[in-house]
Nanobody
């Protein structure tokens, strides 16, 4: 299994920046895709950004040009750099990963989620 722990959320003024981190731990796992999602009360969880093990990225239109997703495969850690934050970016941000579990075939391919970290953008 894989445990994901997010950090870096908090209160920031409009136009400000935050950097979220997601540390993965466990045993005998290999992460393919890491991603960030966000959710506000009464709305469905939505994709913010994905990054593959090879470094390919995908962003929601609403964050393109402002947010940057990255990962350090040696540390099993993902990051989300958020710049030019706006009040509409206020949400709980969740880290997600698709991981391969096991030392050898047959592997398990599972999805894991962190507990979420709150980002509040307000003056």
């Amino acid at each position: 299994q894989v445990q994901l722990v997010e950090s870096g959320g908090g209160l920031v003024q409009p136009g400000g920046s935050l950097r979220l981190s997601c540390a993965a731990s466990g045993s005998t796992f290999s992460i393919n895709i890491m991603g960030w999602y966000r959710q506000t009360p009464g709305k469905e969880r939505e994709l913010v950004a994905h990054i593959t093990s090879g470094g390919s990225t995908n962003y929601a239109d609403s964050v393109k040009g402002r947010f940057t997703i990255s990962r350090d495969n040696t540390k099993n850690t993902g990051y989300l750099q958020m710049n030019s934050l706006q009040p509409e970016d206020t949400a709980v941000y969740y880290c997600m990963c698709n991981a391969r579990i096991g030392l050898s075939a047959p592997y398990k391919y599972l999805q894991f989620w962190g507990q979420g970290t709150l980002v509040t953008v307000s003056s």
